[in-house]
């Protein structure tokens, strides 16, 4: 009975947007941040793929993360953006299931992708004359393979889970998607077998890549510290503290709304942890990552110079 009540009812989402004289802001720049983050990933993935002097490991990762942050952002935005627009957040439980079934096999992957990239950072700085053999082409697709297959764990084994418990309270969502805390706090009954999972999980998705990120650059500022070159120094910390910058960003944001006793937090203070590494980090990460930096723009030079030809 309970299993027919929560298949046959449609969710509510409350939104991101109050109804409020902001909320019209608020939308605007939301909407312009989502377009914004399409646009400079895409514009990284293409560029990252045309010109052959960015074919290189750390681009070729840089690309997927791109990817990433599309993918996952798409599965949020537009929906929320959407609702505002119509006047009313009505979610199915089948569309519920897909958008939590696709965001943590997405936000997962990219967990695991952040992690490993730093691996490629301390090999570019503590060991720079083996970095074509131990950044190989197969090394590469080894580490984007591993972050797609955590991910696509995760969201295996989380979905059911979350989607299986009875949600015979109320039916209104607290948020602007359908996110595990959020879903946990409508679902009755017997939750600690959930609880269990999830708290494994996310131990698993955040320790160990942070385990990895930590060691990594543990490494690199022991090795930073031995150059000799000025130069040098501050290129090496320019790369890693981009880099440290999206991971606390990104981490530290999951670590709270997935790590901390729900009792920790309110459904306001998840909106916003949830923004950060939902609609926040897609757009930071080329930013921060590639467009500011020289190689990318020099590249970007060179494909407009051949698609605009020769000057007459």
């Known amino acids: 009975?309970?299993?027919?009540?929560?298949?046959?009812?449609?969710?509510?989402?409350?939104?991101?947007?109050?109804?409020?004289?902001?909320?019209?802001?608020?939308?605007?720049?939301?909407?312009?941040?989502?377009?914004?983050?399409?646009?400079?990933?895409?514009?990284?993935?293409?560029?990252?793929?045309?010109?052959?002097?960015?074919?290189?490991p750390m681009y070729f990762l840089l690309s997927h993360l791109s990817l990433i942050d599309m993918l996952y952002i798409s599965t949020i935005v537009p929906k929320a953006l959407v609702d505002y627009l119509?006047?009313?957040?009505?979610?199915?439980?089948t569309?519920?299931?897909?958008?939590?079934?696709?965001?943590?096999?997405?936000v997962g992957a990219e967990f695991f992708l952040l992690g490993l990239m730093s691996y490629d950072r301390y090999v570019a700085v503590c060991s720079p004359?083996?970095?074509?053999?131990?950044?190989?082409?197969r090394v590469c697709w080894l580490i984007v393979a591993s972050s797609w297959f955590g991910g696509a764990l995760d969201s295996l084994l989380l979905t059911p889970l979350t989607m299986s418990l009875p949600f015979c309270a109320s039916h209104t969502i607290n948020h602007f998607?359908?996110?595990?805390?959020?879903?946990?706090?409508?679902?009755?009954?017997?939750?600690?077998?959930?609880?269990?999972?999830?708290?494994?999980?996310?131990?698993?998705m955040l320790l160990a890549p942070f385990?990895?990120?930590?060691?990594?650059?543990?490494?690199?500022?022991?090795?930073?510290?031995?150059?000799?070159?000025?130069?040098?120094?501050?290129?090496?910390?320019?790369t890693c503290s981009s880099h440290m910058m999206v991971v606390t960003l990104f981490y530290g944001a999951a670590v709270?709304?997935?790590?901390?006793?729900?009792?920790?937090?309110?459904?306001?203070?998840?909106k916003v942890f949830s923004t950060f590494y939902t609609i926040l980090t897609p757009v930071l990460n080329p930013l921060i990552y590639s467009l500011r930096n020289r190689d990318v723009q020099e590249a970007w030079s060179r494909v407009l110079g051949r698609h605009r030809g020769p000057a007459v």
């Open 129 to 137: 004359l083996r970095y074509p053999v131990l950044m190989s082409r």
């Open 95 to 106: 569309g519920c299931t897909t958008q939590y079934f696709l965001y943590m096999g997405f």
């Open 211 to 238: 385990s990895v990120v930590t060691t990594s650059y543990t490494r690199v500022l022991i090795a930073v510290q031995q150059m000799k070159s000025t130069g040098g120094k501050r290129r090496a910390l320019t």
């Open 256 to 270: 709270y709304t997935y790590v901390l006793p729900p009792s920790y937090h309110t459904p306001l203070q998840d």
């Open 86 to 93: 119509v006047g009313k957040g009505t979610i199915s439980f």
């Open 1 to 56: 009975m309970v299993g027919n009540r929560t298949l046959s009812s449609d969710f509510t989402l409350v939104g991101l947007f109050a109804h409020s004289k902001a909320s019209g802001l608020l939308f605007g720049v939301i909407g312009t941040i989502f377009l914004t983050a399409m646009v400079t990933n895409g514009v990284l993935i293409f560029l990252s793929h045309r010109d052959v002097l960015l074919h290189t």
């Open 177 to 204: 998607f359908c996110e595990a805390p959020t879903m946990l706090r409508l679902a009755c009954g017997h939750k600690a077998a959930y609880e269990t999972v999830m708290y494994a999980c996310c131990i698993l």
